[in-house]
């Protein structure tokens, strides 16, 4: 946690419903009076909206492994900077849909890097920040790879095999059990409505009362 503000992280393969339950908490968020900063990885900053043209891009067959970790690290160095960090230290509660344990899944299992080495780069990255609630929407790899497609053609990791998601869906799993206590895992496949209420409960009890 950096500063008086409430960091709290999305997390979740493709077409858990991030992006949905980002917003359904912003806004109840909103209502109850707190001064709310939504953002995104990658693609928050300037320097953001050009790595997610680079590694999102299904024609960039050519961009390696290695490559591709880096570039999502640069992106979370500047987030951080120019985004998380100065929206915590002014007292807002900060939603991002995607963070650290996205490459963890991503860039570690799912291109099968040491956890180890990911966690080390994102560490740098981020000077240590880490939220104080994760959310995981948990979803089987083929319901969200069809949600995904169904609304546009695939990016560059819809693309990947069944496989290679099922490896990320693992280690989000993993990362979650390891710390029962930051994270909030809910299994997506419910209504939004049911799993917004789910996590307005959480984090009522992270705000304490009169949230």
Same mark, same amino acid.
């Given at each position: 946690?950096?500063?008086?503000?409430?960091?709290?992280?999305?997390?979740?393969?493709?077409?858990?419903?991030?992006?949905?339950? #980002?917003?359904?908490?912003?806004?109840?968020?909103?209502?109850?009076?707190?001064?709310?900063?939504?953002?995104?990885?990658?693609?928050?900053?300037?320097?953001?909206?050009?790595?997610?043209?680079?590694?999102?891009?299904?024609?960039?067959?050519?961009?390696?492994?290695?490559?591709?970790?880096?570039?999502?690290?640069?992106?979370?160095?500047?987030?951080?900077?120019? #985004? #998380?960090?100065?929206? @915590?230290?002014?007292?807002?509660?900060? @939603?991002?849909?995607?963070?650290?344990?996205?490459?963890?899944?991503?860039?570690?299992?799912?291109?099968?890097?040491?956890?180890?080495?990911?966690?080390?780069?994102?560490?740098?990255?981020?000077?240590?920040?880490?939220?104080?609630?994760?959310?995981?929407?948990?979803?089987?790899?083929?319901?969200?790879?069809?949600?995904?497609?169904?609304?546009?053609?695939?990016?560059?990791?819809?693309?990947?095999?069944?496989?290679?998601?099922?490896?990320?869906?693992?280690?989000?799993?993993? @990362?979650?059990?390891?710390?029962?206590?930051?994270?909030?895992?809910?299994?997506?496949?419910?209504?939004?409505?049911?799993?917004?209420?789910?996590?307005?409960?959480? #984090?009522?009890?992270?705000?304490?009362?009169?949230?």
């Amino acid at each position: 946690m950096a500063g008086p503000g409430v960091f709290i992280a999305f997390e979740g393969g493709e077409g858990a419903g991030k992006s949905t339950q #980002v917003a359904r908490l912003a806004a109840s968020l909103t209502d109850g009076g707190h001064s709310v900063r939504t953002t995104r990885e990658p693609g928050a900053t300037a320097l953001g909206t050009t790595v997610r043209s680079i590694v999102l891009d299904p024609a960039n067959t050519g961009l390696s492994a290695r490559a591709e970790a880096l570039l999502y690290a640069a992106d979370r160095a500047q987030h951080v900077h120019e #985004v #998380v960090r100065p929206a @915590l230290a002014a007292g807002q509660v900060v @939603l991002t849909d995607r963070f650290v344990d996205s490459s963890l899944a991503y860039q570690g299992a799912g291109r099968s890097f040491a956890e180890s080495d990911i966690r080390s780069i994102s560490h740098w990255a981020t000077e240590g920040l880490q939220p104080d609630l994760t959310v995981l929407l948990d979803l089987p790899p083929e319901t969200g790879l069809a949600r995904a497609r169904g609304r546009a053609a695939a990016d560059r990791l819809e693309a990947e095999s069944v496989d290679f998601h099922e490896r990320v869906r693992a280690t989000f799993r993993a @990362l979650a059990a390891a710390e029962p206590g930051r994270y909030l895992v809910l299994d997506a496949t419910g209504t939004p409505d049911a799993l917004a209420a789910a996590v307005r409960d959480r #984090v009522a009890v992270l705000l304490g009362a009169g949230w």
